[in-house]
């Protein structure tokens, strides 16, 4: 059975930092991703990594200041946001899926967490 459960999000101030964790259970994954969410609006790419081999990939508006990374003794995967703005507040989502097809389209992702909110005050 598959779990993922994410952890580590929270209110900070603009140009905080967090750290979100997703912890996965089950089968060998070959990619995994964050996305993000906000009421009425539609899911949307943050970060993903191949599991195996660590290549990464960053939707524009995060890259250089979120970095995706993973632990595989402990099949964690992190998510270090620096540099946090007001337009970051969202639920942010764990993702993993089996195959290679895509990075970005989180139709393509089989499993997902629960979320965690994340709040950015200015």
């Known amino acids: 059975q598959v779990h993922l459960v994410e952890s580590g999000g929270g209110l900070v101030q603009a140009g905080g930092s967090l750290r979100l964790s997703c912890a996965a259970s089950?089968?060998?994954?070959?990619?995994m991703g964050w996305f993000r969410q906000a009421l009425g609006k539609e899911r949307e790419f943050v970060a993903s990594?191949?599991?195996?081999?660590?290549?990464?990939d960053y939707a524009d508006s995060v890259n250089g200041r979120f970095t995706i990374s993973r632990d595989n003794a402990k099949n964690t995967v992190y998510l270090q946001m620096n540099s946090l703005k007001p337009e970051d507040t969202d639920v942010y989502y764990c993702?993993?899926?089996?195959?290679?097809?895509?990075?970005?389209?989180?139709?393509?992702?089989?499993?997902w967490g629960q979320g965690t909110q994340v709040t950015v005050s200015s």
């Open positions: 990594i191949r599991w195996s081999a660590g290549n990464t």
């Open positions: 993702a993993a899926k089996l195959d290679p097809l895509g990075s970005r389209q989180p139709n393509l992702y089989q499993y």
């Open positions: 089950g089968p060998t994954f070959y990619r």
